[in-house]
């Protein structure tokens, strides 16, 4: 490993910016690291931080126009649940050209059409995941096979969208 990944072997971190920049910062400061900040999530809970109005906006949205002032969105990532889809719209507004880490698509609850519909870019924008609806594909000795039909089908969902979004 090279003295520029500070011996990281993986390619992004994923931090909670709640104790500001100097928490968020010195992972910068690695060059082809992506930073992923956590911005609004699918919990049910996030509604006791994340959207908790700050007088200029939701929290989230000042956790993302903060962080913007940190680094480029070739270096930042922000995590935005899949549940939250209607607030993609305003997400990109802060962040236009930033990739969205997008978790709880499937069993979660979250629509790969919905957050598609206003979450993807030119570039598409968007790395989308879904764990559990693969991971619980099934219990039984056809887990292998399930898992792996659950994953085509969601592959085959996200192509159907690039697709549609001129970008494949």
Request: aromatic share 12%; glycine share 10%.
């Given at each position: 490993m090279t003295e520029q990944s500070g011996g990281m072997s993986f390619d992004a971190i994923t931090i909670t910016p709640y104790m500001g920049n100097d928490s968020v910062t010195p992972y910068l400061a690695y060059e082809g690291k992506?930073?992923?900040?956590?911005?609004?999530?699918?919990?049910?809970?996030?509604?006791?931080?994340?959207?908790?109005?700050?007088?200029?906006?939701?929290?989230?949205?000042?956790?993302?126009k903060k962080a913007n002032t940190w680094a480029g969105a070739d270096r930042i990532m922000y995590v935005v649940g899949a549940t939250k889809s209607t607030e993609f719209t305003n997400i990109r507004a802060y962040a236009p050209d930033n990739f969205l880490l997008v978790p709880g698509v499937g069993a979660q609850g979250g629509s790969l059409e919905e957050v598609c519909k206003y979450g993807i870019t030119?570039?598409?924008?968007?790395?989308?995941?879904?764990?559990?609806?693969?991971?619980?594909?099934?219990?039984?000795?056809d887990f292998a096979d399930a898992a792996r039909a659950e994953a085509l089908s969601l592959q085959q969902q996200m192509q159907a969208e690039l697709e549609k979004a001129g970008i494949l």
């Open positions: 992506w930073v992923i900040i956590l911005a609004l999530t699918s919990s049910v809970g996030s509604k006791d931080f994340q959207y908790l109005q700050t007088g200029d906006g939701y929290l989230y949205e000042n956790v993302i030119k570039d598409c924008g968007l790395i989308v995941n879904s764990s559990r609806s693969i991971l619980y594909a099934s219990n039984g000795e």
